[in-house]
C-alpha cells in the first residue's frame, strides 16, 4: 500500500491504442489489476497479448503517438496524466524496469561503470566517485564477483547472465519501490534463469519490493510469483493466487493454457495445443475474444464482452460460463 492506502500499482480499465492507417488499433483493451506492497505479480499470456505494452504504459513509455487511457497509477502517481518531469522521478526512482534483453537495453559503447553511475546520479544527489561507490554495491549485492573490474567492462565482454545482474543492479540501485521485470529470463539458459530467479527472488524479500513479473512461462510463475494475473487479447482475463489459478482455473483460457504445460515422461501423446488463433485486434471484438477458440462458448460470449466476477474476493474471472473451479491435478503436476 501507497501512504494513501493504495495498492503500489493500480491499472484500471487501462487501454492502449496505436494509430495505423486504417485508424486505431487497440493493443491494451481494458486491462485491469492490483499489486499491492511487497506481492510479486506475474503477468502471463501468449506473445503478443499486450503483457509489454502494458508495461511500458506503467512508465509512460509507450511511444508518443500511442493513446493511453484508463487509470494507472505508480506509488501514487497518476501515470497518464503527469507532466515529464513527473514521470522522471518515477523511472528509476519510485519504479524500475528489467527488460527481456539486457544488450539492447546498454549502451555498447559506455562502459558499464559508467552507464550504472550515470543512472544513480540521477535519481541520487552524489558525487562521481561516491556515484562509482554505488555501483560497486549494486553489483556486489547481485552477486557479480569482482565488482570494480566489472565496472571498467563494456556490454560485449559479459555473459547474458552477467549483462542480466547488472540491470537487475542498475534498476535497484535508487531503491525503488516497485520493480517491472519484463521477461527478464527467455534469453538465458535453462541453469542461469533458475540463478536469476533466485536472485530476484531473494532482493525482494531483502529489500520488501513490489513485482510484477511479465512472462509467458507458467514454470517461472510457480517459482516466484504470490498472484497471477492471466492477459489474453489485451485483457486479463484471471486472477488468484498462484496455487489457488494452478490448481482450480476457472477460465477456459487458463485451463488450456496450463494443460500445454510439457509433462517429464508424458510423451507426445501428453503434449496439448489451443486450436485457433487470437481474434486481429483491428477487428472489432464486440464479446469475449477467445469465444472462437472455445468449447463452451456460446452466441452471448460471441456478442456480449463478460465482466469480471470476483465472488470469493480473491479469485477474479472474466467468463460467461466460468469453470466450477474443481481441482484439476494435472496442471499443477506438471508444474511440479
Not at 507532466?83 to 522522471?88: A, D
Not at 517461472?220 to 494452478?246: N, P, R, W
Not at 483491428?282 to 469475449?288: E, H, L, Y
Request: charged fraction near 20%; hydrophobic fraction near 40%; proline fraction near 7%.
Amino acid at each position: 500500500m501507497t501512504a494513501s492506502g493504495d495498492p503500489v500499482l493500480d491499472i484500471a480499465d487501462v487501454r492502449v491504442a496505436f494509430r495505423e492507417p486504417g485508424g486505431w488499433v487497440e493493443a491494451v483493451r481494458g486491462c485491469s489489476l492490483a499489486v499491492e506492497e511487497g506481492e510479486i505479480m506475474g503477468l502471463v499470456g501468449e506473445s503478443g497479448c499486450g503483457k509489454s505494452v502494458t508495461a511500458l504504459a506503467c512508465l509512460g513509455l509507450t511511444p508518443g503517438a500511442a493513446k493511453v487511457s484508463g487509470r494507472l497509477r505508480v506509488c501514487g502517481t497518476d501515470v497518464i496524466n503527469a507532466r515529464e518531469s513527473s514521470l522522471r522521478s518515477v523511472r528509476g526512482g519510485k519504479a524500475a524496469m528489467i527488460f527481456q534483453n539486457p544488450m539492447a537495453a546498454m549502451n555498447p559503447f559506455i562502459s558499464i561503470g559508467r552507464q550504472l553511475s550515470d543512472a544513480i546520479t540521477c535519481h541520487r544527489p552524489l558525487s562521481r566517485r561516491q556515484a562509482t561507490g554505488a555501483a560497486v554495491e549494486a553489483l556486489a549485492s547481485v552477486h557479480l564477483p569482482d565488482p570494480e573490474l566489472v565496472l571498467v567492462k563494456y556490454p560485449h565482454e559479459l555473459s547474458g547472465g552477467q549483462l542480466q545482474r547488472v540491470m537487475i543492479a542498475m534498476a535497484l540501485s535508487c531503491a525503488p519501490r516497485l520493480l517491472i521485470a519484463d521477461e527478464p529470463t527467455t534469453a538465458l539458459d535453462v541453469t542461469v534463469q533458475a540463478q536469476v530467479l533466485m536472485l530476484i527472488r531473494e532482493l525482494a524479500r531483502e529489500h520488501g519490493l513490489t513485482i510484477l513479473f511479465i512472462t509467458h512461462d507458467l514454470g517461472v510463475v510457480a517459482t516466484i510469483c504470490d498472484k497471477v494475473s492471466v492477459m489474453y487479447a489485451g485483457q486479463v482475463v484471471e486472477q488468484a493466487g498462484v496455487h489457488d489459478l494452478f490448481e482450480r482455473p476457472r477460465h477456459p483460457y487458463t485451463s488450456k493454457l496450463l494443460r500445454t504445460v510439457p509433462r517429464i515422461g508424458g510423451g507426445a501423446d501428453a503434449l496439448s495445443s489451443i486450436p485457433g488463433t487470437v481474434p486481429d485486434p483491428r477487428s472489432p471484438i464486440p464479446g469475449c475474444a477467445f469465444a472462437g477458440r472455445c468449447d463452451a462458448s456460446t452466441e452471448t460470449c460471441r456478442q456480449t464482452m463478460p465482466r469480471p466476477s470476483n465472488d470469493d474476493g480473491r479469485h477474479m474471472v472474466r467468463c460467461h460460463h466460468a469453470l466450477a473451479g474443481r481441482p484439476d491435478p494435472e496442471p499443477a503436476e506438471r508444474l511440479s
